[in-house]
């Protein structure tokens, strides 16, 4: 009995082997559901991108993870690449993605196998796919004489250049000229002054005598008061800017002492006083027309002054 109990009980190492056997069932999956991959092209040049195709065929229930840019492409270096929606037919699920590589490898022929990855619960399981290969086209051929350079055809035709803008010699010669400007204004600085000031003087002068002009025009035609004064009153701001001073606010007795009692200034503001405030307006118009001439003369004298000294 003792003997039929031992031989027919099994071994410790049997019983190791059975479960070893059935982990090892369980974890493998059947050879016609491994991923597969393939290039879309049987060669390929030095820096030419290339599709490689990977495909897996699954359950629908398992959680299946495609590899992303991170994933390791030697020889070949990861483009971009773009997927397509899982589709799920009769039972079966198939995920597909379409990888854009390029090599800069010179072996004659290159091979990639990509996995992926499938999850189950906490762990990882990677299945690869089978190698797959993809010859390299050269675009020399090898000489036949080893250390023999090839034949080099010279070319000595000229081609077109577009022009370019020379930025670094305009904003040079811009530099340039801006300091030669302003050497030009700082040294010849207060003779431009005095021409822009001469300038101004003329111009002022030139307005004042259409204006004054015109006031003594109304005045002829209409005998107003109101545009006599007017004219006196141009005359005064007029010799106030002129001499920068402030005779419009002085009274006649004023002006002739501030110049020093001038017979032309005396006699025309005499003059204007009576017409204007004494109301005196004669039908002989040769003592107004003698005031507004007084008046003007003064006037240019004065501009005359002022602009030698410019």
Do not use: C
């Not at 190492?13 to 393939?38: K, M």
């Not at 022009?163 to 904003?171: E, S």
């Not at 300091?179 to 002068?205: A, E, I, P, Q």
């Amino acid at each position: 009995m003792a003997d039929f109990r031992s031989s027919s009980r099994p071994t410790l190492a049997a019983v190791v082997l059975a479960l070893a056997s059935l982990t090892t069932a369980a974890q493998t999956p059947p050879a016609d559901s491994l991923p597969r991959g393939r290039f879309q092209r049987a060669g390929v040049r030095v820096g030419e991108v290339l599709e490689y195709e990977l495909t897996y065929e699954h359950a629908p229930e398992l959680a299946v993870i495609f590899p992303d840019s991170a994933a390791n492409f030697a020889p070949f270096e990861y483009v971009d690449r773009r997927y397509s929606p899982t589709r799920t037919r009769q039972g079966r699920s198939l995920d597909r993605a379409v990888y854009r590589l390029r090599t800069f490898s010179l072996d004659s022929v290159q091979v990639l196998s990509l996995p992926v990855t499938l999850l189950r619960g906490r762990d990882t399981l990677l299945l690869p796919t089978a190698p797959t290969r993809v010859r390299l086209l050269r675009t020399v051929a090898p000489t036949t004489v080893v250390g023999s350079a090839p034949q080099l055809r010279q070319n000595v035709r000229l081609l077109p250049v577009e022009a370019r803008f020379n930025y670094p010699y305009w904003l040079a010669a811009l530099a340039g000229l801006l300091v030669l400007t302003g050497g030009l204004v700082l040294g010849f600085r207060r003779s431009l002054r005095g021409r822009y000031r001469r300038y101004r003087l003329r111009k002022n002068h030139a307005y004042f005598l259409a204006q004054y002009a015109r006031h003594i025009e109304r005045f002829t035609l209409s005998r107003s008061l109101t545009n006599m004064e007017r004219a006196i009153t141009l005359w005064k701001n007029y010799l106030s800017a002129l001499e920068d001073n402030n005779i419009s606010s002085l009274t006649t007795r004023e002006i002739v002492a501030h110049y020093q009692d001038d017979t032309d200034v005396s006699l025309a503001l005499r003059l204007a006083d009576r017409v204007i405030y004494g109301n005196q307006v004669s039908e002989d118009e040769s003592e107004t027309d003698l005031a507004f001439v007084l008046l003007r003369t003064f006037a240019e004298r004065q501009f005359q002054k002022v602009y030698a000294v410019s």
